[in-house]
């Protein structure tokens, strides 16, 4: 690497410093230069004159070992690092991949890497594990013939993992707020399932179906998937495309084979994500295979000839006007909740969730961002979050160390984030205002005049 600097101004600064190397005052003017400017050479250049002393701060001295490192100047790192270091690990590392000796490199990068996540090469890691070759190391002597294994390490499990994702098993713990919905679910669904006896016992049947209704983002799907760790049941996510086809009478077929698994898999819990896809009001269905699905589908939930003892039929949808009215009828979706945007605390449980086991500083005030963040959805404070998180992030990589989340970073995605209910709620307003037969947007109205947006 050359140790000519990049920047004019920083020529007359290490000019300066080569006069007087030991003025502390001004080997801060240089280094603060050098890594606002990410010039490796300048850098290289005033730690040549100054030596480690340069180094005095630790934040300054990871920024400074990180920017040697990604210019491979792996020599100068080793000798100004501690030898149990991530940066010295890393270098190392480095080192005896390039020696050949690639296990002992791969668990030199492994420590380096749990030591300081900051230091993370995908590039580094992809020759490491042998998927990536570099073209040095094909050229070292003695290398003899390699073999690329990029395209021969994924086995089965790997094509059941990419084809149905594994998720792990929520409760209602993991949900924050929604203590009603929640309370709702418990008497009508989970009750029954953990206690079959008693109900048997009032001759009070297992089962049964909710609607859920509400802005998107507020935690439907999170509470059906919540509602099927709290049964301990199986739990069936049926997407549109599970049951949709182009020919006549396949996606009958289909909808009647995902209740016939549910059925003899009982206890089970089958969610309907955007339920009007398939339970759409008929009268404004332009085809006579839409209205035939409907019918379908109410069969599969309470005809003559179903047993849905033990299961359990969740529907979630963000247009409740748009399904057709016979689903309402008690035997079929029995209950109908409306999932509101979270309020105040239901805003801080579900943050105290997302920042959770997060790297974080100690001035988060969550009570703070609960306020601020008034008509937010749970996604939308997930979006916060992750925000904020990218800007920790990019501050971690230009440092070389992990920097925590810090109440400034969330400040600033404040700022660049917005809530997406205000759309929904005006609509839903007008449903419930004109369109609202036997009180069924009840729970609307309330939450509009309750939150002042009536």
């Not at 801060?28 to 730690?47: H, I, K, M, Q, T």
């Not at 030596?51 to 300054?60: C, E, R, V, Y």
């Not at 990218?390 to 917005?418: F, N, V």
Request: proline share 5%; with cysteine.
């Amino acid at each position: 690497m050359s140790d000519t600097p990049a920047n004019p101004l920083l020529t007359d600064l290490l000019a300066a410093l080569a006069a007087s190397p030991d003025n502390p005052a001004l080997g801060a003017l240089v280094l603060n230069a050098c890594l606002s400017g990410a010039d490796a050479a300048a850098l290289g250049r005033a730690l040549d004159l100054s030596g480690p002393a340069l180094l005095a701060d630790p934040a300054q001295r990871d920024a400074a070992l990180a920017l040697l490192l990604r210019q491979r100047d792996d020599e100068r790192v080793l000798r100004l690092a501690a030898p149990d270091s991530a940066a010295a690990l890393f270098a190392r590392a480095r080192q005896r991949l390039d020696a050949g000796a690639r296990d002992e490199a791969r668990a030199l990068y492994q420590q380096a890497v749990a030591l300081n996540p900051a230091l993370e090469d995908a590039a580094l890691a992809s020759e490491l594990s042998g998927k990536v070759i570099s073209l040095a190391a094909a050229r070292r002597p003695g290398a003899g013939a390699q073999t690329s294994i990029a395209n021969d390490d994924t086995d089965a499990d790997d094509v059941v993992r990419l084809l149905q994702p594994a998720q792990a098993r929520i409760g209602f713990a993991d949900v924050g707020g929604l203590e009603e919905v929640k309370q709702q679910i418990r008497r009508r669904i989970v009750t029954p399932f953990l206690k079959p006896s008693l109900f048997e016992r009032f001759k009070r049947r297992s089962g049964g179906g909710i609607l859920m209704y509400g802005p998107p983002g507020c935690g439907k799907t999170l509470l059906a998937r919540a509602t099927a760790g709290e049964c301990g049941a199986r739990f069936f996510n049926v997407a549109i495309t599970d049951v949709l086809d182009m020919y006549i009478g396949e996606s009958e077929r289909k909808l009647h084979a995902i209740f016939e698994a549910a059925r003899r898999q009982a206890p089970a819990v089958v969610f309907f994500d955007e339920v009007e896809a398939i339970g759409g009001k008929r009268q404004y269905s332009r085809e006579a295979t839409s209205a035939k699905l409907v019918s379908q589908f109410l069969t599969e939930l309470d005809g003559f000839a179903q047993n849905n003892s033990g299961v359990l039929i969740l529907g979630a949808t963000n247009v409740p006007w748009a399904v057709d009215a016979a689903f309402r009828r008690p035997g079929r979706f029995d209950r109908v909740l409306f999932v509101p945007p979270p309020d105040e605390p239901a805003r801080r449980a579900i943050l105290q969730l997302l920042l959770r086991e997060r790297p974080q500083a100690g001035d988060i005030d969550i009570a703070e961002l609960a306020r601020l963040s008034s008509g937010y959805s749970g996604a939308d404070l997930g979006h916060l979050v992750e925000t904020a998180i990218d800007e920790a992030i990019e501050e971690s990589i230009e440092h070389g160390r992990e920097s925590p989340l810090t109440m400034s970073h969330l400040r600033t995605a404040l700022k660049d984030t917005r809530s997406t209910t205000l759309e929904w709620l005006t609509t839903a307003r007008n449903h419930a205002r004109y369109a609202n037969q036997g009180g069924q947007y009840d729970e609307v109205l309330e939450f509009l005049k309750r939150h002042g947006a009536g």
